[in-house]
C-alpha cells in the first residue's frame, strides 16, 4: 500500500491508503486521479475478466461527482497488460497508471 499525503483543501482528514501504484501518464487533478484508483482497485476485487473490470471503472466514472460532470462524451477504459494505443481524449480527463499488486495497467479517459 501507498499513503499518500492530504490534498490542500482537506486539512482536517487523515491521509489516505491508496493502492501501490505507477502513473504512467495523467493530466488529472490528484483527487480526480485517486477517484479512478479507488474504482480500478475496487474493480478488480470484484470481477476477474478484464472487460468487466473496464465496464466497472466506466460505470463508476459515469456515476461520480468528482469526475461525471466533466467534458461531453463517454468514459472509456483499457485493461491488460501489454498495449499500445494512439487516441483522442477531453483535456485533463486521462490517466494511465498501473497497480502493481494486481499487475494490470489501466487506461481511462474521456472521449468525445
Known sequence: MCIRDRDSDDDNKAPEILPEHKVRFTDMTFSQFKEVLKYAEQACKE??????????????????????????????????????????????????????????????????
Open 47 to 112: 470481477f476477474q475478466l478484464d472487460k468487466d473490470i473496464a465496464t466497472q471503472i466506466c460505470k463508476k466514472c459515469k456515476e461520480s461527482k468528482v469526475l461525471g460532470w466533466r467534458g461531453e462524451g463517454e468514459w472509456q477504459c483499457l485493461v491488460g497488460k501489454n498495449f499500445t494505443v494512439s487516441l483522442n481524449y477531453d483535456n485533463r480527463l486521462l490517466a494511465f497508471f498501473d497497480l502493481k499488486e494486481i499487475g494490470k495497467t489501466f487506461l481511462v479517459f474521456k472521449s468525445g
